[in-house]
């Protein structure tokens, strides 16, 4: 069973950074399409960024429009990490952000696997930007 617990949340002002990390256990990030989403009050849960490792060299990522070129998704596969480093944030960001997984054999291209298919959620961390 993989179980998924963020960190790095917090306050900051506009254009200021973050980065967020997903403690992994139980299972190597290898062959699961790990994602982190985003949900604002109000507003439905959406996909930020994903990464697909399809071996300790080689791995493939993908992300919103919104945030390309200001977040980069990685990992640390020997601590079982998945990070999320966010510039330039915007007020509009705010949101809980969560990592999750979708497991090996969960269909289709890790970018373009539905919200149904990843299984395994974290709890969320509060990312707040203030103007």
């Known amino acids: 069973q993989l179980q998924l617990v963020e960190s790095g949340g917090g306050s900051v002002q506009a254009g200021g950074s973050l980065r967020l990390a997903c403690a992994a256990s139980?299972?190597?990030?290898?062959?699961?399409?790990m994602g982190w989403f985003r949900q604002a009050p109000g507003k439905e849960r959406e996909r930020v960024a994903t990464?697909?490792?399809?071996?300790?060299?080689?791995?493939?990522?993908n992300y919103a429009d919104s945030v390309r070129g200001r977040f980069t998704i990685s990992q640390d596969i020997a601590k079982s990490t998945l990070y999320l480093q966010m510039n330039a944030l915007k007020p509009d960001e705010t949101a809980m952000y969560y990592c999750?997984?979708?497991?090996?054999?969960?269909?289709?291209?890790?970018?373009?696997?539905?919200?149904?298919?990843?299984?395994?959620w974290g709890r969320g961390t509060q990312v707040t930007v203030s103007s």
């Open positions: 999750a997984a979708a497991p090996p054999g969960s269909g289709g291209y890790c970018h373009s696997l539905g919200e149904a298919a990843f299984a395994y």
């Open positions: 139980g299972h190597t990030f290898i062959k699961y399409c």
């Open positions: 990464l697909y490792t399809g071996s300790e060299t080689t791995y493939s990522t």
